[in-house]
């Protein structure tokens, strides 16, 4: 009887254990369930923690961006509504959205927002900055330059063919230097969605002089217009010019008359030109370029100055009067005789610059219009490298 109480003692026993043990299994499984409950919640709080944090730096970078953009008064209401609406986005959030995983995706998405906006405030800021950089550097510019027209004079050359000018030359004479600079300008540059060889036939000297002075910064008052038929009579009347040909030239595509083509050819080495052969080196350029052409016309100024200053023209006043006013009255200039004696005489012992040409070696680029036309515009979208050029040249 006794073995047998202790036998259900010790069932009862053992039954005792497995209850307890599964109770402890319960138990601890409730405890870690609970565990894990509360540390995915700590997560999500951590998680919207920081971005919160992120979210309001990113919107203090913004106005800190924006309120630099308003120096510029270019910048209005933009950061304010966007900064609106996501305030407005949190202030409706109910307390049971600020414990799941839909508010971890909302402020991803305002975080998003507002990295895109600060990008492209940061773009808007560098662009207005260089606006401002590049309008402290034209300043500068315009400073140089009012300073070279205050101690030099700049005269406008053109020579026309059928009233386009195909010679554009600036001559920039100064004293401080006792140095003449001339300065070609393509006949195809682009300016005001015109070439500018058309300028003169279209609006007259007036309007592509102005033009002129705006692209160069220079102030051209004084001009002088000359057609081939005066050109040529310019160079027999003084005896012709010799030149320097660097490197022969042969163009069989040169004009002819009756609308035919006809060769020329300039051999290595001095040659002596008459009016004809001195028009057709200043116009050849078949064999060349454009951009070559502008230097021969360069050295055919050059030869003209040489000639009248080693053959005594200035000498004899009364002859020298007399031929310039036959040659002054079939050439557009708002320069008088005695004017240009008494110029020619300060400059005559000048030296002379030359080979300055305006190009696509240097600040131009070659395209064609809507038209379909050749056209050379400049490399940096505006003409301050030319006027730099011109700073750095005198």
């Known amino acids: 009887m006794k073995k047998q109480n202790n036998k259900n003692l010790i069932k ?15 138990s601890v499984g409730f405890v870690l369930a609970y565990k894990n409950t509360n540390l995915e919640k700590f997560k999500q709080e951590s998680k919207i923690s920081n971005l919160i944090n992120e979210i309001g730096e990113l919107k203090q970078q913004n106005e800190i961006i924006s309120q630099k953009i308003k120096k510029y008064d270019l910048f209005q209401s933009i950061t304010a509504n966007t900064f609106n609406q996501i305030d407005q986005s949190m202030n409706n959030l109910t307390e049971d959205q600020l414990n799941n995983d839909s508010l971890i995706v909302q ?3 305002e975080k998003q927002t507002l990295s895109e906006k600060n990008q492209e405030f940061q773009n808007l800021l560098n662009q207005k900055e260089q606006e401002i950089e590049t309008i402290i550097s034209e300043t500068e510019i315009e400073k140089e330059l009012i300073k070279i027209n205050e ?33 070609s300008i393509p006949r195809d540059l682009y300016v005001n969605g015109r070439k500018i060889n058309e300028l003169y036939s279209l609006y007259g000297v007036e309007e592509l002089k102005k033009t002129i002075s705006n692209i160069s ?8 217009v000359i057609d081939f038929d005066i050109f040529t009579e310019i160079i027999d009347q003084i005896g012709g010019i010799d030149v320097m040909v660097e490197d022969e030239i042969i163009d069989h595509s040169y004009p002819g008359p009756n609308h035919s083509y006809i060769t020329v050819n300039f051999k290595e080495g001095l040659n002596q030109l008459d009016g004809k052969k001195a028009l057709q080196y200043a116009r050849s350029r078949k064999s060349t370029s454009d951009f070559d052409r ?17 053959s005594g023209l200035l000498r004899n006043i009364d002859t020298l009067v007399n031929g ?4 002054f009255n079939k050439v557009d200039t708002n320069i008088g005789v005695f004017e240009f004696i008494e110029k020619y005489d300060n400059f005559k012992g000048y030296a002379i610059s030359s080979g300055n040409v305006l190009s696509t070696e240097n600040y131009l680029y070659s395209t064609k219009n809507s038209k379909g036309q050749f056209i ?13 050029k011109i700073i750095e040249m005198l």
């Open 12 to 26: 009862l026993s053992n039954k005792i254990f497995i209850i307890g043990l599964i109770v402890l299994i319960q």
């Open 107 to 109: 402020l991803e998405k």
């Open 151 to 183: 101690n030099t004079e700049s005269y406008l050359l053109l020579g026309t063919n059928q009233n386009l000018t195909d010679t554009i030359i600036i001559a920039i004479a100064s004293e401080e230097q006792s140095k003449l600079f001339l300065l």
């Open 217 to 224: 910064g220079l102030e051209i008052e004084k001009y002088a």
């Open 294 to 310: 502008a230097e021969r016309q360069q050295a055919i100024l050059i030869a003209v100055k040489n000639k009248i200053n080693s």
């Open 324 to 327: 310039l006013n036959s040659v």
């Open 376 to 388: 050379l515009l400049p490399i940096s979208g505006n003409f301050n490298n030319f006027k730099t």
